[in-house]
């Protein structure tokens, strides 16, 4: 869920931007912030916004890892001395 949860996010920001631009008077405001977010997008992607949106799934993904990690080994250190932790 962490690596599909910020590619939802950013697809549905860009999604409701290209729907913004069919209200009148939104034009002009949703094409300069979606050409903000894709360019956004293209810095962690060497130009490339799907490439940038994937890097930052990838990183998503490794901290809610990372997360999982250190949750299950102070869940462990609680299991073995229960009076160690607070609840």
Known sequence: MSFVL????MGGIVVVLA???YVPGFATVSQIVTNQVLQFLGT???GD????AVVISLVFTLVGALFD???FYYRSLL???PGSGRA
């Not at 916004?49 to 940038?52: C, E, T």
């Open 6 to 9: 910020p590619l939802l996010i």
């Open 19 to 21: 729907l913004v631009a």
């Open 44 to 46: 962690f992607g060497n």
């Open 49 to 52: 916004a799907i490439g940038g």
């Open 69 to 71: 990690t250190y949750s």
């Open 79 to 81: 299991r073995v001395n």
